[in-house]
């Protein structure tokens, strides 16, 4: 983008809002543990903060925050549909809307503007169990609810005075919510989508039929009149221009290239036990397949093969649920904090990446691309992907060879490529020179932050971005 020849000060400023526009970002919160929140993180990373403003029934977990300010959604924005309005109190874990909340008082606000609980008598206990019995008869939670505009909120978006809006949206409520906001305040939309969502949602309930069709009706409304729209992958790029009528740009998480090329693994020899890792959530999506990926550990160390796998997630009940840790040569471990999973990464031998080959989870991230993906590129340490071959994952591995691919499920598959892996080093040298090589010229964050700071601008200054 072409800038003014502009000096001092006041043409600082002048440059700044040219190059960086005001953007209230609605959804999703700023956290280094969800994907949509890393995602959101990193591409916004180095944007001035008193042009950032968020709006989020979550709050920012970083400190110093990103943004400059938040709102924090809550009772004041999300309410009942009629009748309910009038005769049922939200749930308790439904918090009160705070302006310009502060990160500092993330546990204090917790606890004392959540709404106080009913005195506790056996009739209301027994009321509310049948409540919730009906709304998930319906449909879950979005059948009768909706989330709009406050008076409080509505103020606070006039003092932000924002450029436009950026949005991950991943409902009918959200959906309709940033619909409702981009009006009224005459907002451009620049639009991010995370997962397959609008295929698989509201697929159960009396309403469930009516969800989806409204879902998508409003959906198609909003990708239609965005400024810009962004999808996590090129299959889903792909199949969004086809199923939308709609050109869409791939944004993907950025790596700091640097940082992971000082602590890369240089020499990939093994001795002793060939150390597997997996550092992620286990749970939607991820339950089947990771447990295939225990059974071949199991069944590799039965036959006398020194092998084991340490999993590092923050989803100890899943993990638990499915006895992950009972697999001999396996051991479940608290996730670790950024700072140290360049370290964790970087001293396997091997990284997997598995993801289910059945069911709506595996449908729902098909289109998907981890998070981690370029973050396993850039660790000097070769990668086993093992996800059905139509999942966005397969497919960029297998085209771009950064990584060993497992696209038939079982456990007797995985223990194929592993043993492969761990005979062959020129091919683990192979896969990680093209990892590399994959990581520093797709995914490297002056790059990628770069191009999504010139689109948002060409968004906000309303030229359509496609």
């Not at 840790?325 to 990284?351: H, K, P, Y």
Request: aromatic share 8%.
């Amino acid at each position: 983008m072409a800038l003014p020849q502009l000096g001092g000060g006041q043409a600082s400023e002048e440059r700044e809002a040219v190059q960086y526009p005001r953007v209230l970002i609605v959804g999703p919160s700023f956290d280094l543990v969800n994907g949509g929140g890393i995602t959101l993180t990193n591409l916004f990373r180095g944007w001035p903060r008193d042009r950032l403003a968020l709006a989020s029934m979550y709050p920012c977990e970083l400190d110093p925050p990103p943004c400059g300010r938040q709102y924090a959604l809550g009772r004041d924005e999300l309410r009942w549909l009629r009748p309910l309005r009038w005769i049922a109190p939200l749930p308790q874990s439904v918090d009160h809307s705070v302006p310009d909340w502060e990160l500092s008082e993330s546990t204090a606000w917790r606890e004392t503007t959540r709404a106080s609980a009913p005195s506790g008598a056996k009739t209301m206990q027994v009321a509310k169990r049948a409540v919730l019995t009906g709304i998930g008869w319906l449909g879950g939670m979005d059948a009768v609810t909706s989330l709009s505009c406050s008076p409080s909120f509505s103020a606070w978006v006039r003092d932000v005075a924002p450029d436009l809006i950026y949005a991950q949206v991943a409902s009918l409520p959200l959906t309709r919510f940033v619909t409702e906001v981009a009006g009224r305040f005459s907002l451009p939309v620049a639009v991010h989508i995370m997962d397959d969502w609008p295929s698989t949602i509201y697929d159960r309930g009396l309403l469930g039929p009516w969800l989806r069709a409204a879902t998508d009706r409003r959906f198609r409304a909003l990708v239609g009149e965005a400024a810009a729209t962004m999808a996590i992958s090129r299959p889903m790029a792909d199949e969004y221009r086809r199923r939308y009528d709609r050109d869409w740009e791939v944004f993907h998480n950025p790596l700091d290239v640097d940082r992971w090329s000082a602590v890369r693994r240089r020499d990939r020899s093994w001795e002793g036990t060939f150390r597997i890792v997996y550092a992620g959530r286990v749970g939607l999506g991820i339950e089947s397949s990771i447990v295939d990926v225990c059974r071949a550990v199991r069944d590799l160390r039965r036959r006398g093969i020194p092998v084991r796998l340490d999993i590092y997630t923050p989803s100890a009940a899943a993990a638990s649920r499915l006895s992950l840790g009972s697999f001999d040569g396996v051991e479940v471990q608290a996730a670790v904090d950024d700072e140290r999973m360049t370290e964790i990464l970087a001293g396997a031998d091997l990284l997997v990446l598995p993801y289910d080959f059945a069911g709506k989870a595996a449908e729902f991230a098909c289109l998907s691309y981890p998070t981690k993906a370029p973050a396993y590129m850039a660790t000097g340490v070769p990668t086993l992907v093992y996800a059905p071959r139509e999942h966005a994952l397969t497919l960029d591995a297998c085209e771009k060879g950064w990584a060993y691919v497992v696209d038939e499920s079982g456990a007797g598959g995985v223990m194929e490529g592993i043993e492969r892996l761990m005979a062959d080093k020129a091919l683990r040298d192979r896969l990680v020179e093209t990892a590399i090589v994959t990581c520093e010229t797709q995914h490297d964050a002056r790059a990628v932050r770069e191009r999504f700071r010139a689109t948002l601008a060409r968004a906000a200054g309303r030229e359509v971005v496609t």
